[in-house]
């Protein structure tokens, strides 16, 4: 399949097999609340043109044009597979068939807002992120950090082999891609054998992680099955889940972690829906012991997707250095486990609830997902390439990028970026009673 | 000051003294959203009603009918407190005045819809809640709790006397008053030396809190201080943060609670104002070691709230009888030193947020806030009055309710009822592939 209505270049992270829905405001109007589009190589196609000029109306279910207008795709995610697929397919015919009735009508004229470039429009968050959770799925990170958490002895919990250690996280601080965010102040306590102190930390780091929405949800009270759960899940995105590791340390016995993890998450802005990465399916890591039945599905579990983390360090901000090579297949714990494993209490999932995968560290050094693991907590510095710049973590003014796709036969399903600066911390008002 | 509009009881939860807001639809609509009202005795007042006949016409900043029409809080929480103060003076004006130009206006037969008789409306969640926090703030609760999962050398972490430990937890499953719930499945591990097992939750509690609704907020980057986090409260409910033990206890370490909170969580429907709170405050008990200087506030920091549990166990229905006896002002740390805590890190909190106290257990056996501490574990009998019933834990079909109120000269601030029954668990689907 070709697209036949914008040139795709082949290293371009969204060709026609890919169609990733996210919600954009033309630049001109970056502080309206946006609207839905669909990213086909260097474009953004307004969905809800389109759906003006008739191109969803034997869709069953879906008023494209309201459905579209909304600043979130909630409503969308909410409407389920069937009409996530239609609409997927109806993309295709209009965008590889020359004699499509709605092409005519858009090279008559009837469509010049149709195609927008993806340069000239402003990204937003894609939905409204009613609640956030942050697995802990991968082995190799879940064992580095443990190590260093709380000693050889006790890196894996006895529980993590049984079920995708998982909490609950903040919602109101997640920003999409190109939001800077301030580094966070907080109590840590360097040296154990004294008080704690406060101020900005001094630990600054990121998380690789991918991070999926929930399409259509559950009724309270009623779990749904791994089946179940596997036709809910809408896309993907990449994540950088910022952290403070000097305030994690601190303060997460024995409720978890809080301020060292609130103060901001970074989302890419465009989500790649699972139907476009059903192709890239695989085996994830054989799990031992087996799993309780509750959590056992039928095929590839995983998904093989490269993912990337770079560095532009402020002493050289026109230059990025490569920190992690990574791939999602590398999870122990798949998506479709997660988010079972999250109803099967009764808890309601809604239309954009959002699930990190937690960090995806793979086996070797230059896949660990995290300063804290490149640097081992701190005891050695991470070399820039030959730059001569070292980092043990996060410094200000660096910038994180994370990129993200899926290898097809000539062309790439890819993310788009998820990038973050870090700004100085801003000082806490003086107290009066200090 | 008393109200001449309708006769209140003298223990009525809700004198002209108190004023709570909700969102309440007649039960005649009790499927439609909701619209704003406060409670005075038995009744409900309509704001929008109130509204039209211009009660609110000299309010700077508020468009009553827009704002108050919404099926939730949100919108009034974040007009920020000269406005809360000026809507409750307007109220309080016109209950207790029966010159007041609105009262002729309702005498004359323009208000027959202003008061609507508690009975007969159907309450609502009073907002959209977009993020849920529980803090862990009783001192006598930490320490039991910590002494039955960790050991007597362990309860009480290091971290725990210099900061208001809290964690994220999930907004979409709580529920109004009244509201059935379903016993969670999940897995636990009751012979820690054999593998964990699924089922439904054998060690079901209830936790007694509190929570405050956050009013305005703060930019994302910004922190608090304890000035403006008691400025930034709107009010307070009851609230049943209901716990599965087992389920918790053997997914806890090291992330904290998840599956064993989610399935559910009760808040009372009426939101009693902090400028209703003002006359009670009180001392918060004695810090040591003092608290670093961004926890640090002027005046009391406590309120003296008594608050008590009931069951109705499902042998006898019609009774009731006392489970727990305390008073928020057993709490080691202040609702303003949680916020400010939350905040300085930069998260940024929003309108109709809510923050959970934890479970307010008191000094001695009758005041401690849950069954886990009740019955030690589940180690002995909880006798319900001289009924020969006992718990250990919450039976299938039980009935928890958690009340409280501040002792007034002459009239107390109640808070209605925070009730929930539990419901047997729901079967999960035969997985297929088992």
Redo the contacts between chains.
Sequence with gaps: MECTFVSVAPESDFPIQNLPFGVFSPSALADSPGRVGVAIGDQVLDLVALSQLGLFAHTAGLDGVSVFSKPYLNDFMALGRPVWRAVRQALQEFLSNDRHPVRQQVSGGNGAAVAIALSSVTMHLPAKI??YTDF?ASREHASNV?MM??GKDNAL?P?WT??P?????????I?ASGTA??R????R?PDPAK????GPSARLDYELEMAFFVGTGNE????M????AEAAMFGMVLMNDWS?RD?QA???????????K???TTISPWVVTMDALEPFRVAQPTQD?EP???L???GAGGYDINLEVHIKPHECSDKSFLLTQSNLKYMYWALRQQLA??A???????PG?LCGTGTISGPTEGSFGSMLELSWSGQRDVALGDSGITRKFIEDRDVIKISGYCQGNGFRIGFGECVGQI?P??Q??P????
């Design positions: 009613g609640d802990y443990g958490f709380r919990m529980n049984h079920l250690v998982g909490y609950h996280g903040r919602a109101s601080s920003v965010l301030h966070p102040n907080g109590q306590r008080a704690p102190v406060f309270l009270g009623t779990p099955t791994v089946e179940q403070a305030i601190w303060e997460y016995v024995p409720l978890g972690p809080f301020l060292g609130n103060f901001g012991p309780l039945p509750y056992l599905g039928a494993h999250h099967v209490s009764g808890c309601n999932m809604r609830d700004l911390a801003k806490v008002g107290p009066k009673h200090a």
